[in-house]
């Protein structure tokens, strides 16, 4: 089952979308004799200002292929990625009045990775006996590169119609590519030493691209010294995207884009551009990248100020601008040249107002100063959604139990505020508390459940991009929840704040449930043993609270229901199964309802206690809770 390079397969691959992409793509065109005039603005001169260009290119394959003996399988994938990206400064070119030329800034990143799992059942003692023996394979390729300065073709083309189209073609750059193959063996009549064989970094040549715009843009009559505008392609698994900032006139100092970027969870400055259809998670950290341009003939000198600014609402008025922390930057930017300015941005509460109502937008102002004197300013929209809300289930129950919760959250913020019940797409995690009520089917255990809600936390994380997240918890998902947070939460090392902002708890038995006690006893008596019930015993989560005492620095509120007397033996008031002091234990922040507890999980609470927790807006408190002993009553 060996296996040699294969580098050249996949250059290969590389070469043929390449050509296959390119060969497609509209060459820039020259304009006809007949199919330009002059563009109606009232300025003269070369458009100046910043063109981005990017391309993706995405395959994936999975498939099981038998092997020729009938006695086993493959299992192969392949994936590979190309992600390339250009941020052009478009500059007046003094040697010719009227033209432009363009300094770019490359980076480029391709990646391909084959694996294949390899089984087949073979005798070692001429049939007597069999075993399965197994390979594992894997090749990966890597092509980086980046360039700064280089020359790039620009094209504006304004027809007499109004009108005009946009292009760019770009150079190659040289690159570095890199390779890795490992192989492992198991279960072979001889013992086989797999392989780990790594490629050094190798220069390579990265091909440039081009592109140019189909014409349908029209100059605004209204403000005909500016151009602005995105336009992208799609063929098969290629998508290529043009955005540009242009204007005639302008100062010799000014801004020309304003770009945002988060991280892709897990890894940490990975940075990624975010659309402005896909905004960013409150919490997330933000670069805010912004592009100056200097067309002057001398080196400038300037400083670059970041504002969030509100400009009001029906329920409340505007408000003056504010600076973002931190938020002066000074830059020097050389005659004829572009500079980017950045700053990272908290957005932690930036999907809320301080009163809790939704914030959709966040809007970001960047101000350019030159000698004291502001010369330019720039504002884009942000959209920050709030976190995701992992929500658990308790004992005899599912994700059901949280089924209108996405309908709840979408009422109170917008759809982008997620609901991630445990167990609704099972492929991620499904916890095993039991099926219907008083059920004695075999549970998992507390410690079980909790590596389930793991799963599904990082499920939820990369699904919807966020470093941070919601517990909601009801009943015993409570209990599955803190386990979760002592035993199996690690928090980054990067920032202070932890992976769960905030654990709500509904009802949750915290110093155990006396109906446990009694139902555990008559079960016992039947001859059936329910770990999930044996688990929410006060005798067990007596032990429980002394074990599992880190919290992390997650908030922790509990919310208890007060509407029925005694019952289990118990004297104090509860919501039918859960005392109201085992409810709320040793929690600082709590609260009281009148709802028994199967309906904790409505929407009156919900809004009553569960929302205010979570709609936290910027003036609130995000830093973590104080470490602290939570054993202790």
């Known amino acids: 089952m060996q296996r040699g390079f294969n580098f050249y397969r996949q250059f290969i691959a590389l070469i043929i979308l390449l050509s296959l992409s390119i060969s497609t793509f509209a060459q820039v065109k020259k304009p006809t004799s007949g199919g330009q005039a002059k563009a109606p603005a009232t300025c ?24 020729v003996s009938n006695r086993g399988k493959d299992e192969k994938k392949f994936e590979m990625n190309y992600r390339y990206k250009a941020s052009v400064a478009v500059l007046e070119d003094k040697t010719t009045p009227g033209s ?29 006996t069999w075993k399965v023996m197994k390979g594992e394979f894997e090749s990966k390729t890597e092509i980086r590169g980046q360039a700064s300065g280089q020359p790039a073709i620009t094209y504006v083309a304004v027809n007499s119609d109004g009108s005009y189209s946009v292009g760019i073609s770009l150079q190659p750059i040289q690159g570095v ?28 040549n990265i091909e440039g691209n081009r592109m140019n715009t189909n014409g349908s843009h029209r100059i605004d009559p209204k403000d005909p010294n500016k151009l602005s505008g995105s336009w992208s392609q799609t063929l098969g698994n290629s998508t290529e995207t043009i955005t540009w900032n242009l204007q005639k006139c302008g100062g010799q100092l000014r801004i020309t884009d304003i770009q945002f970027e988060d991280m892709k969870f897990p890894n940490w400055n990975d940075w990624q551009e975010i659309t402005e259809q896909r905004g960013t998670i409150d919490g997330n950290f933000v670069k805010i990248k912004a592009k100056i341009l200097n067309e002057s003939g001398e080196t400038k000198y300037a400083d670059l ?52 109502r939704p914030r959709l937008v966040q809007r970001i102002k960047t101000e350019l100063e030159e000698n004291g004197k502001k010369i330019d300013e720039r504002t884009e929209n942000l959209k920050v959604a709030p976190k995701p809300v992992v929500l658990v289930h308790g004992l005899w129950s599912n994700w059901r139990a949280f089924e209108s ?18 167990g609704e797409k099972p492929e991620n995690g499904v916890m095993n508390t039991g099926k219907e009520f008083m059920s004695t089917d075999k549970t998992d255990s507390i410690g079980d459940n909790a590596r389930q809600l793991a799963k599904y936390i990082e499920y939820a994380q990369k699904d919807r991009n966020a470093w941070h997240i919601d517990l909601v918890a009801h009943s ?3 209990l599955i929840s803190r386990w979760y947070i002592d035993q ?70 509990a919310l208890a229901g007060n509407s029925l007397p005694g019952f289990c033996k118990w004297s104090g008031e509860g919501d039918g199964v859960v005392p109201v002091t085992s409810a709320l234990w040793t929690i600082k922040d709590t609260g009281l309802t009148d709802s028994i507890h199967t309906d904790l ?33």
């Open 44 to 67: 003269s001169g070369a458009w100046t200002g910043n063109i981005t260009y990017s391309k993706t290119i995405s395959m994936a394959d999975s498939k099981t292929v038998e092997r």
């Open 100 to 128: 432009n030329i363009g300094k770019a800034f490359i980076e480029h990143r391709f990646t391909s990775v084959d694996q294949t799992s390899a089984e087949e059942r073979n005798s070692c003692d001429q049939g007597k």
């Open 177 to 204: 590519a890199k390779g890795e193959e490992k192989s492992s063996y198991s279960g072979q009549c001889q013992p086989k030493e797999g392989k780990n064989v790594t490629m050094p970094d190798t220069p390579t």
């Open 305 to 356: 100020r970041f504002k969030e600014t509100y400009k009001g609402d029906k329920w409340d008025g505007a408000k003056p601008d504010a600076p973002l922390e931190d938020s002066v930057r000074s830059v020097r930017i050389d005659a004829n040249s572009e500079e980017t300015v950045e700053m990272i941005f908290d957005s932690a509460g930036y999907a809320w107002f301080d009163d809790g």
């Open 405 to 422: 919760w996405q309908n709840i959250l979408t009422t109170s913020h917008s759809y982008d505020w997620k609901a991630f019940p445990v």
């Open 476 to 478: 015993m998902g409570g």
């Open 488 to 557: 199996l939460m690690k928090n980054y090392t990067e920032t202070p704040r932890p992976r769960v902002a905030h654990l709500v708890m509904l009802g949750t038995p915290n110093m155990g449930s006396p109906c446990a006690d009694v139902m555990d006893l008559t079960f016992d008596i039947l001859g059936k043993q329910v770990e999930a019930v044996r688990q929410l015993r006060t005798d067990y989560i007596e032990g429980f609270n002394k074990i599992h005492t880190q919290r992390k620095g997650v908030k922790f509120s």
């Open 601 to 633: 999980t409505g929407t009156k609470d919900f809004s009553g206690f569960v929302k205010p927790r979570l709609a936290i807006g910027p003036k609130g408190n995000h830093l973590p809770e104080i470490p602290q002993m939570t054993g202790q009553n």
